[in-house]
């Protein structure tokens, strides 16, 4: 079974410092990482993914990420935040072993910009 | 580039009703995925086409759910006799399956509401 955790539920910070959202994960063989974010009554959009290789993954709108073996982890990273990243963002795992590579998702972490 | 869309957006419902919901993948995406997303919660696998086979239907999924994706372009999925645990976003994507963990693009979701 693969499995997702977020630990914050939300995370608060101020615009222009960095933002962390956390993501650990459970699976049976090697893991593909996804984050999405998702903006109030719209789906998710894309932001980036890990599937081998580099362990930073960089992807849309200044976000990256670090896929971390020994911890699970696959944080999601953005150097200088913006009002406009509040929003929910959610961490996927799937595997080669996964029907159809099906995602399943975290709980989500809402995140606060303040000006 | 026209992206997934899916019809209605909105859709309020009396319990014993039967809905239907239309899902319509980026053109040339050869998988097509259905998931459910309830109030606070992270989506979860309902079912996935591989052109126009149903390959997997999670437990969550049941006898009154029922998808098809005729021809392998646009998809439905049916819930007959409603009941007020339904009430959710129900989210579609498609993806280009060619190789491994292929992203999945998501559409902006129907949200169902059951009275």
């Known amino acids: 079974a693969q499995s997702v955790a977020q630990p914050e539920d939300q995370v608060n910070v101020a615009e222009g410092n960095p933002l962390t959202v956390k993501c650990t994960y459970s699976?049976?063989?090697?893991?593909?990482l996804f984050w999405y974010v998702q903006y109030p009554n719209r789906g998710l959009q894309f932001l980036l993914k890990?599937?081998?290789?580099?362990?930073l993954v960089k992807g849309s709108y200044g976000f990256e990420a670090e896929f971390n073996k020994s911890q699970t982890s696959f944080h999601l990273k953005k150097p200088s935040a913006l009002v406009s990243d509040s929003a929910l963002y959610f961490c996927?795992?799937?595997?080669?072993?996964?029907?159809?590579?099906?995602?399943?998702f975290g709980g989500g972490t809402r995140v606060l910009v303040k000006p | 580039d026209t992206g997934v869309s899916q019809d209605p957006r909105h859709k309020i419902t009396k319990r014993g009703q039967n809905v239907t919901f239309r899902c319509d993948p980026i053109?040339?995406?050869?998988?097509l995925y259905w998931y459910r997303q309830t109030l606070g919660q992270g989506p979860e696998f309902l079912t996935y086409?591989?052109?126009?086979?149903?390959?997997?239907k999670s437990r969550l999924l049941s006898d009154r759910f029922s998808a098809e994706r005729p021809k392998g372009s646009f998809s439905t999925l049916e819930i007959q006799r409603t009941e007020q645990g339904d009430s959710a976003m129900y989210l579609c994507?498609?993806?280009?399956?060619?190789?491994?963990?292929?992203?999945?693009?998501f559409g902006p979701g129907t949200r169902l509401l059951v009275l």
């Open positions: 994507a498609s993806s280009f399956e060619g190789g491994r963990a292929a992203t999945q693009y």
């Open positions: 699976v049976s063989g090697n893991p593909y």
């Open positions: 890990y599937i081998t290789g580099d362990n």
């Open positions: 996927a795992v799937t595997t080669i072993k996964a029907a159809g590579n099906k995602l399943t």
């Open positions: 053109s040339e995406h050869n998988r």
């Open positions: 086409f591989q052109n126009e086979a149903q390959l997997e």
